[in-house]
């Protein structure tokens, strides 16, 4: 599947309720510019008679990155345990956000679509990632000079089995509206 875009990254806090997997209200990770799953797996090999007799490969859980345009305060005291921190500066109050070594970030579900061609014909690729927990963005910063280099975060971290062993699922949608809707009912919304 040529994948040729990519949309509406959604996050939400992974829960556990009576054994049960679940999600607090999605909300969008912000504008959309790339992820990246990597698969890890667990590998066995088992030789008899002086030659590979059985083989097994089952995946673990992986690396997820996400770029996107701004992460959203919500989204950062989500995924990083940030704190609010208002400061008042002459006559205008700030907002801002205070990292500390004893922040504590939350498991979170990532949920988002790819518009790609099947066949020929335009579909839609929908993923879930249903329990992962990330790190924070490196911050770079660049002067200006003869061109404009843009600068934008990219969060990373490590996705693993949901309390009933699931790590992700995937889905195929002919439309966008259909496909926005799966990246919903995957929360419970």
Same mark, same amino acid.
């Given at each position: 599947?040529?994948?040729?875009?990519?949309?509406?990254?959604?996050?939400?806090?992974?829960?556990?309720?009576?054994?049960?997997?679940?999600? %607090?209200?999605?909300?969008?990770?912000?504008?959309?510019?790339?992820?990246?799953?990597?698969?890890?797996?667990?590998?066995?090999?088992?030789?008899?008679?002086?030659?590979?007799?059985?083989?097994?490969?089952?995946?673990?859980?992986?690396?997820?990155?996400?770029?996107?345009?701004?992460?959203?305060?919500?989204?950062?005291?989500?995924?990083?345990? /940030?704190?609010?921190?208002?400061?008042?500066?002459?006559?205008?109050?700030?907002?801002?956000?205070?990292?500390?070594?004893?922040?504590?970030?939350? /498991?979170?579900?990532?949920?988002?679509?790819?518009?790609?061609?099947?066949?020929?014909?335009?579909?839609?690729?929908?993923?879930?990632?249903?329990?992962?927990?990330?790190?924070?963005?490196? /911050?770079?910063?660049?002067?200006?000079? %003869?061109?404009?280099?843009?600068?934008?975060?990219?969060?990373?971290?490590?996705?693993?089995?949901?309390?009933?062993?699931?790590?992700?699922?995937?889905?195929?949608?002919?439309? %966008?509206?259909?496909?926005?809707?799966?990246?919903?009912?995957?929360?419970?919304?």
């Amino acid at each position: 599947m040529p994948a040729f875009d990519l949309r509406g990254i959604k996050v939400a806090e992974y829960k556990v309720t009576n054994n049960t997997p679940g999600y %607090e209200t999605a909300q969008t990770a912000g504008d959309a510019m790339n992820v990246n799953l990597e698969l890890r797996h667990a590998e066995g090999r088992l030789y008899a008679e002086s030659s590979l007799a059985e083989y097994l490969k089952k995946a673990t859980g992986g690396s997820i990155s996400i770029g996107v345009k701004y992460l959203p305060n919500a989204v950062q005291k989500l995924l990083f345990g /940030y704190t609010d921190k208002p400061r008042t500066v002459g006559q205008a109050t700030v907002n801002g956000l205070m990292m500390n070594k004893t922040a504590v970030a939350k /498991y979170a579900g990532v949920a988002f679509y790819a518009p790609d061609m099947i066949d020929g014909v335009e579909k839609y690729t929908c993923v879930h990632v249903k329990r992962a927990l990330f790190g924070p963005p490196s /911050y770079v910063y660049q002067a200006l000079g %003869e061109s404009i280099t843009f600068q934008t975060p990219t969060t990373s971290g490590e996705f693993l089995p949901d309390a009933a062993g699931d790590l992700l699922e995937t889905a195929i949608c002919d439309d %966008e509206t259909t496909a926005i809707a799966w990246c919903g009912a995957v929360f419970g919304a």
